[in-house]
């Protein structure tokens, strides 16, 4: 009987879909290449079938991040390691939704706003969970219950800081490699402008989501004032937003060798920090090196990102591109 030869362009079809459903290969993260985006892949085919849209996916992966939190609570490493294991349920749900968006060209931005609140929501949880469980299993603590707490609030300002400048470069990157389309990027102008024309009576809750992500947006701006300036200078010489591909391949070239700082802040080495934290049974050691190791990063992060802003900036000005 003669064998049946694959069908390759099936495979080459099947391929294909999977690398558009990722971002670009300059953003992506290396574990979550080789395993996160490889579950989200099956996540979001599956959600395609059923008709599962990227934001139910999102909400579904609170609750999984809830529950991880929750998890972390107790003292017991059984229940620890099942809460390791929603969290990474909840995370390969949140490479879903992204990937299931791209698939099926369901963007939103109330699916933006949900897929950051997302992570905000799962690790405010988790601060909770290694709070009380510290107050409760650490005679320190259970002495100075105020000192957990307070590390805890700082952590989370800067945790919040973290994620928003990593996503911040990561889709001013996209914006120059793949255009407005490819990118999220937005301005707190552009945004406020968009909600005041937007009226009240009958768009309560989408006025109030635009407002809030308008927030989210100044915050980052106001970190960046040289990337800022850049962009100002952009938009005075290409009004028409057509900027010179030997710009867009300039920062590219310049901006690439930071992506891996800003996947670092992300979500995978996090996560590696506060297992290891609970495998060690000092869960406030996680706090300790989100408040040391990860803001040296930031801190270093933005210099860089800043410098070779202001460097482009100078280039524009001196009429190289």
Known sequence: MKQEEPDINHTTSASDAYQQSLKTLDTEEGIDLIFYRRIGWFWACLAKKLGVTPNAITIASIFLGIGAG??????????????????????????????????????????????????????????????LREVHTSEFFEA?????????VITGICHAKQAAMADYYRQFHLYFLKGKEGSELDTCDELRARNREIPWRGN?????????????????????????????????????GNI??????????????????????????????LFASLFLQMPWLYFAFELTVLNILLLYMVSRHESLCRDLTAELKEGKF
């Open 70 to 131: 929750v998890a972390f609570y107790f003292d017991n490493m059984l229940i620890n390691i099942a809460g390791m294991l929603l969290l990474i349920w909840a995370n390969s749900f949140d490479s879903a939704d992204g990937q299931l968006a791209r698939m099926t060209h369901q963007y939103s931005r109330i699916g933006r706003i949900l897929d950051g609140l997302s992570g905000d929501i799962w690790f405010a949880t988790i601060y909770v969970a290694i709070c």
């Open 144 to 152: 100075h219950k105020w000192a957990i707490w307070v590390m805890a």
């Open 204 to 240: 309560f809750w989408r006025k109030i989501t635009l407002k809030v992500y308008a927030n989210y947006t100044a915050n980052q701006e106001v970190f960046s004032r040289s990337m800022q300036t850049l962009r100002a200078e952009l938009r005075r010489r290409f009004p028409d």
């Open 244 to 273: 010179p591909q030997s710009f867009r391949d300039a920062f590219r070239r310049k901006s690439l060798p930071l992506m891996k700082y800003t996947n670092i802040l992300s979500f995978n080495w996090r996560t590696i920090a």
